[in-house]
């Protein structure tokens, strides 16, 4: 589990050689690329991204652009999301649903013009998706994967470092907008969002063969205000409650199963795959939620299994998510489990790898439920 074959299989990202430059430990494959896991003690890296600022390669978000005369409406036709509320230089987070309502994938949407769209795809090929769908759409669009590669700058002094690259404008930006602009003559797109649930901006580059140089102006502007390269977090996600497709979310899963209902606009005027469903959902209700648990015992390891959870002996869900919080001091994750046992407060029993231990259904997002830290 430690070794990975290299081959051009694989792809890198423009930053690849910066990562390794700069000590990355280890790596995971995500959209076929290599992801840097972490630099240091993914704790240490949790607590720097809690006090100062941290840079990460997240170019595995590859992008799906779409553009073309029907641009907008076939978009739409991906997501339930109604994108007539997104305007240009906005993004939006949006789930892509099939047509019985599950999940293929959550990215984050940019409208970089009226009929011009680029979409931060999670862990699945959300571009052949895309290319399927569109050959018997009857629609004029284009769909390709563009040279974009982006970086996270994330962390209560991001917004320091990102003033010291970019001036005065970006602090202009709100919680999902952007800008399109140059970096020493860089081209770059720079997005108020992140992974984190912390302050944090992306940055967008233009041009894979510059890479380098972008990684070591970040580094350079961010060098008096003690920015580190780390990988990304899992502990800062699950407290701030952030979804991995994959794993807690998946094309078995619906949104309303998730409590991601404010995602899925069923009168939009346009149509998208799994409305009909979606609204089957909504009149029936769920047979089953995600839920927030913590889970007792000696601070957990991040899971690399989805453990079984039990009620009274009988496996009933399982654990997707789950790792130790150094500040919260205790075990949290994300279970799906039966409505009937969804009520917070409900006692169950999670199989931990050290063996059985009680876990009990709490409130989720584990920590700043109003997201008021990254609109900050």
């Not at 230089?89 to 970089?112: A, M, S, W």
């Not at 699945?124 to 769908?133: F, N, P, R, T, V």
């Not at 009857?138 to 970086?151: A, H, N």
């Not at 619906?254 to 899925?264: I, S, T």
Request: proline fraction near 6%; glycine fraction near 10%; include cysteine.
């Amino acid at each position: 589990m430690r070794l990975i074959q290299r081959g051009a299989r694989l792809r890198r990202s423009p930053f690849f050689e910066a990562t390794l430059h700069y000590g990355c430990r280890a790596y995971t494959i995500y959209n076929h690329m290599f992801l840097p896991s972490y630099y240091d003690d993914p704790v240490n890296e949790y607590w720097h991204l809690l006090n100062e600022v941290t840079l990460w390669d997240v170019s595995v978000e590859r992008n799906t652009e779409i553009t073309g005369p029907d641009a907008l409406r076939f978009t739409s036709l991906l997501t339930p999301r109604d994108l007539s509320k997104c305007r240009v230089g906005q993004g939006k987070y949006v789930l892509i649903t099939t047509e019985d309502g599950g999940i293929v994938n959550d990215p984050v949407l940019l409208r970089l013009g009226e009929q011009h769209f680029w979409l931060a795809g999670a862990d699945s090929d959300l571009l052949l998706y895309a290319k399927g769908l569109a050959v018997h759409s009857g629609m004029q669009v284009t769909i390709r994967e563009p040279d974009v590669s982006p970086l996270q700058v994330q962390g209560p002094k991001s917004k320091q470092v990102m003033q010291a690259l970019f001036g005065d404008k970006v602090l202009a930006l709100r919680y999902y907008y952007f800008l399109e602009t140059d970096l020493d003559g860089i081209p770059v797109v720079v997005t108020r969002t992140g992974w984190t649930s912390e302050v944090g901006y992306e940055v967008y580059l233009r041009d894979g063969s510059r890479g380098d140089e972008l990684w070591e102006r970040i580094m350079r502007a961010g060098r008096p205000f003690n920015i580190r390269p780390t990988g990304p977090s899992d502990i800062r996600r699950i407290e701030g409650g952030i979804l991995n497709h994959g794993v807690d979310m998946t094309l078995d899963t619906n949104p309303y199963e998730l409590g991601l209902d404010r995602l899925v606009d069923l009168d939009k005027d346009t149509e998208f795959l799994g409305r009909e469903a979606l609204r089957r959902v909504r009149a029936e209700g769920v047979k089953r939620r995600l839920v927030g648990v913590e889970i007792a015992g000696a601070p957990i390891e991040f899971n690399m299994t989805r453990w079984p959870v039990r009620k009274g002996g009988e496996t009933v869900g399982r654990v997707t998510s789950a790792i130790y919080s150094p500040r919260l001091k205790e075990n949290i994750g994300y279970s799906m489990v039966p409505v009937a046992l969804a009520a917070l407060g409900t006692e169950l029993e999670v199989e931990t790898p050290a063996g059985a231990v009680r876990a009990v259904v709490v409130p989720m997002p584990f920590v700043d439920p109003g997201k008021t830290i990254p609109k900050s």
